[in-house]
């Protein structure tokens, strides 16, 4: 069973410009989500998907980014215009069920943002 | 605010030396406890888990974890670690009222062969 994947596994960007992540989760997870670690801080949470609709953005930076998972599958974390302070590894994750209590998260390998 | 705090940033033993790493979290309610490592190279993978039951738990590579809700902590031990122990690793916790998974700031333990 293939595992989390993420595209690119590196980016680097001039400030200003756009890039967009892609995470496939494991087939048929219907939890998805997306962390961030910048320069050795915690892994911080950015969102959640629940299929296609989002059940919780609270760590989500600022409108600059825009996650999308249409079809409940595969996902987009777009950075629109990103700026050096969003540098950093943008890990994602899924879960095989609706229910959190008995299941752990499997990550994806990261993509490395270098913002310059 | 919620929190998951990892006391020991870096932590540097040689081999066969016990390892202890602390991890306490300031939720209230009933939580889900989790370590994960990440090896040099590789992407996040899951070290051990509590749910509910025995406090003590065991998970892969001789690792095991302590559950302590009075104290709120989850602290990792390992009895006698191995060169290829060296990994950075995390604690996390997610309350079984939310969703998300709250992680420390990770711990890098470096072993001396």
């Known amino acids: 069973e293939a595992g989390v994947t993420q595209f690119p596994s590196h980016s680097v960007i001039e400030k200003g410009q756009t890039v967009t992540l892609r995470c496939d989760p494991i087939s048929g997870h219907d939890n998805l989500y997306w962390y961030r670690r910048v320069m050795g801080k915690e892994i911080k949470f950015l969102l959640h998907?629940?299929?296609?609709?989002?059940?919780?953005e609270s760590g989500m930076p600022n409108n600059r980014f825009l996650a999308e998972r249409t079809g409940g599958t595969y996902s987009t974390l777009k950075v629109q215009p990103a700026e050096l302070e969003d540098s950093g590894v943008y890990f994602c994750a899924s879960r095989p069920q609706f229910s959190w209590e008995n299941t752990e998260a499997f990550f994806g390998q990261g993509t490395r943002l270098t913002v310059v | 605010a919620q929190s998951v705090s990892q006391h020991n940033h870096h932590v540097i033993l040689s081999e066969a030396a016990s390892l202890e790493l602390g991890c306490n979290y300031s939720?209230?309610?009933?939580?889900?406890l989790f370590w994960y490592v990440q090896y040099p190279g590789q992407h996040l993978q899951l070290l051990l888990k509590y749910f509910s039951g025995d406090p003590l738990v065991k998970g892969i590579k001789g690792f095991e974890a302590e559950f302590i809700k009075s104290k709120f902590s989850f602290n990792l031990r390992k009895p006698s670690v191995q060169w290829s122990d060296t990994a950075e690793y995390f604690c996390a916790v997610n309350r079984r009222s939310a969703s998300k998974i709250i992680f420390g700031s990770g711990t890098r333990l470096s072993i001396r062969p």
């Open positions: 998907f629940v299929k296609e609709s989002k059940q919780d």
């Open positions: 939720y209230g309610g009933t939580v889900n």
